[in-house]
Structure formats: C-alpha cells, structure tokens
T-cell receptor, first 114, second 111 residues
Framework: EAGVTQFPSHSVIEKGQTVTLRCDPISGHDNLYWYRRVMGKEIKFLLHFVKESKQDESGMPNNRFLAERTGGTYSTLKVQPAELEDSGVYFC????????????FGPGTRLTVL | GQSLEQPSEVTAVEGAIVQINCTYQ??????LSWYQQHDGGAPTFLSY????GLEETGRFSSFLSRSDSYGYLLLQELQMKDSASYFCAVRDGTGRRALTFGSGTRLQVQP
C-alpha cells in the first residue's frame, strides 16, 4: 500500500510569488490533514478535511492560505502571496474514517521563501 | 490553550534504555500519541494511549497517567537507527481531530 505522498519535496520562491503544494493521501482515507513546522518549532495543525469538506480550519494562519480537496481525493494548499515567515516544512497526513487516532504522515514539502 | 513539554535532547548508548517524558495541558483530553521522525523524513506513528497504563509494542512502550497529565515513551535495547526526533502529541477533548505536538526530543544514540 502506497503511503502519503507530497509534491514537490522542495520549493524555493520569492516573496510575493504563489506556490501550490499537493498531497495524495493513502487510498481510501477520508480524513486529510495539513500541518507545518516553522523554524524548527513544533509541528502545528493547519486544517482537516473529511472527504471534500473542511471539517476544521482553525489552524490556518491567514487568508493567504487556501486549501482544497476537490473530489475528496488529493488536496492542494496554495499560498498567495508568499511571505518570508511562510518558510518551513508542510506536512500532510491522512487517516481512515472511524479511527483517527493514528495519522499517517507524508515526507513533507520544504518551502523556502526568499 | 494547549501546551506540551518534553526535553529537547537526550543522549544514550547502544543497548541502553531511555525514557522520554511528556507533560501536557489541554482543554479536555482524548489521547496521547508518540511519533518518530528521522531527519528529512515523515513523522511515523509509534504508539497511542487513551487510558492510564502501559502500552507495549516491541522495544517501544508508552505510558500515560491522565491524573498527572503525564506520559512517557520508553525505548529499550537502543539501536543506532533509533537516533531521531520523538514527538508527543495530544488530541484534546473538544471533538476536534487535530493533533497538538510537543517541540520534540532529539535522541542521539552513541556506540
């Protein structure tokens, strides 16, 4: 069974540009989460999808961040326009319905904003 | 708000036993998880405790005391490949599925 995959693995952009991160969860997992780790600090929750619906977006830092999960399969996280403080590692995780105590994480996308 | 405290670094030798502690403050409590992350890799689930007591999975065990808001991860028969960062994470009691992570403990296993 393939794990959670994320693309790209690294992205370097300039301040003010737009970047879109993609996450493909484990097949059949209804729950999809986005987290990020900034400047070596703790991993912080951004939002949670159940299928295509946003269940919890309380961790989204501001309206420059837009997450979508059309069709309830893969998800994208767009940052527009990117700021310096957005640099960090963005993780995606997924879990099956009925049991969300175990979240399976992807390898992350390292975003550097110059 | 919610917060978790865990030591920033721990060093041990191969074959030894190490315990990584985690204390938490949350709005309600649902469960405590532990994740391992090697440099550049994905956080990998290790264990989960919802009730008081010890959960054992091979060389790794995890303990929870809900009354003390405290848990620990116990790693036995340490191997060099256990060198990694270890994160405790809680799910609060509000019904949200989000995990709140500690800042991580970097374990260095020496020969």
């Amino acid at each position: 069974e393939a794990g959670v995959t994320q693309f790209p693995s690294h992205s370097v952009i300039e301040k003010g540009q737009t970047v879109t991160l993609r996450c493909d969860p484990i097949s059949g997992h209804d729950n999809l989460y986005w987290y990020r780790r900034v400047m070596g600090k703790e991993i912080k929750f951004l939002l949670h999808f159940v299928k295509e619906s946003k269940q919890d977006e309380s961790g989204m830092p501001n309206n420059r961040f837009l997450a979508e999960r059309t069709g309830g399969t893969y998800s994208t996280l767009k940052v527009q326009p990117a700021e310096l403080e957005d640099s960090g590692v963005y993780f995606c995780a997924s879990s099956p319905s009925g049991s969300t105590d175990t979240q399976y994480f992807g390898p992350g996308t390292r975003l550097t904003v110059l | 708000g919610q917060s978790l405290e865990q030591p920033s670094e721990v060093t041990a030798v191969e074959g030894a036993i190490v315990q990584i502690n985690c204390t938490y403050q949350t709005s309600g409590f649902y469960g405590l998880s532990w994740y391992q992350q090697h440099d550049g890799g994905a956080p990998t689930f290790l264990s989960y405790n919802a009730l008081d007591g010890l959960e054992e999975t091979g060389r790794f065990s995890s303990f929870l005391s809900r009354s003390d808001s405290y848990g620990y991860l116990l790693l036995q028969e340490l191997q060099m490949k256990d060198s990694a960062s270890y994160f405790c994470a809680v799910r609060d009691g509000t019904g949200r599925r989000a995990l709140t992570f500690g800042s991580g403990t970097r374990l260095q296993v020496q020969p």
